[in-house]
């Protein structure tokens, strides 16, 4: 029996201070976005299951349509985005940053609220960070900013002949045991990682460079990870999120997705919300 006061595992509710808290982010981050040249789009909810690819590997919701064609709940908003910009809207328009706010939606009932900004120039990717710093800044949160470069562990499993699976799991046992990987993964900052670089061989000189130059952004918080593990199989280049307290608020970098390069991010809204309550309900108990 279900009891009527029940939800299905995995919805999300916002109601008194927390949807309150949840209209804060986002009006927030609209009013950040339009200063910063961006436009709006609402994607459909339902989507081709040709055009949805998971590169998530996370359970798609599949449904029917009227004539039986497979259709799914849209799973990844970054997918629907720019193919929806660079397909339909083609050349009706030559707005390349877009802004959406909306959930996305995994088997069987998980849905996350997320706040994204998707601009069609790959090159812009340090405004992009920028962006995502200043929200945070006016929200009065000070995450880590962690930084990768994909295609250091992409090279690594290549030229050593170790599993990629290692890698995209961490698997901290496996990838320790070679000298030049175990030193990579003590790196912290970008300082430390120059100090070592040239211990390094030869086909990594380049991406160890430019990861040196991605973190070189103007944020105090800022973490340099070789290898930390990129979530998505588009994001082939810059990755990077920012983090609390074992919550993630962000992810975002250079994608590419059917032969679009683009950069942006997703803001995990809920995260966000849930991290602001909690310092609400702290400051009560001081």
């Not at 109601?15 to 804060?24: D, T, V």
């Not at 562990?153 to 890698?167: H, M, P």
């Not at 679009?260 to 991010?265: D, E, L, P, R, T």
Request: aromatic share 14%; net charge neutral; proline share 3%.
């Amino acid at each position: 029996m279900i009891l009527e006061h029940e939800i299905p595992e995995g919805s999300k509710l916002h109601f008194g201070l927390s949807a309150r808290l949840k209209r804060k982010v986002e009006n927030l981050s609209v009013s950040l976005f339009y200063k910063n040249g961006f436009e709006e789009i609402v994607s459909p909810t339902f989507v081709y299951q040709e055009h949805q690819k998971s590169f998530l590997n996370r359970n798609v919701i599949h449904l029917s349509s009227e004539n039986n064609h497979q259709i799914s709940m849209r799973n990844d908003s970054t997918i629907d985005v720019i193919r929806i910009i660079t397909k339909r809207l083609g050349r009706s328009t030559t707005q390349k940053k877009w802004f959406y706010i909306q959930p996305v939606f995994s088997y069987p009932t998980i849905e996350y609220n997320q706040i994204g900004a998707e601009c069609l120039d790959e090159k812009e990717y340090d405004s992009i960070i920028k962006l995502g710093v200043t929200i945070f800044k006016e929200l009065e949160i000070k995450p880590i900013l962690q930084i990768t470069n994909a295609r250091i562990a992409k090279k690594c499993a290549k030229e050593t002949g170790l599993s990629y699976d290692y890698f995209f799991k961490l698997n901290i046992e496996k990838l320790q045991t070679i000298d030049f990987i175990y030193k990579l993964l003590q790196v912290s900052n970008a300082d430390v990682l120059k100090s070592i670089m040239y211990e390094c061989p030869k086909f990594l000189h380049e991406e160890l460079e430019y990861l040196i130059y991605l973190c070189k952004c103007d944020y105090d918080n800022v973490l340099c990870s070789p290898f930390l593990p990129v979530p998505v199989d588009y994001y082939d280049d810059l990755f990077f999120r920012m983090f609390l307290n074992n919550f993630i608020f962000l992810s975002g970098g250079i994608s590419f997705v059917d032969n679009v390069k683009s950069c942006g991010f997703g803001i995990y809204t809920d995260n966000v919300v849930y991290h602001l309550l909690k310092q609400k309900s702290n400051i009560k108990e001081v």
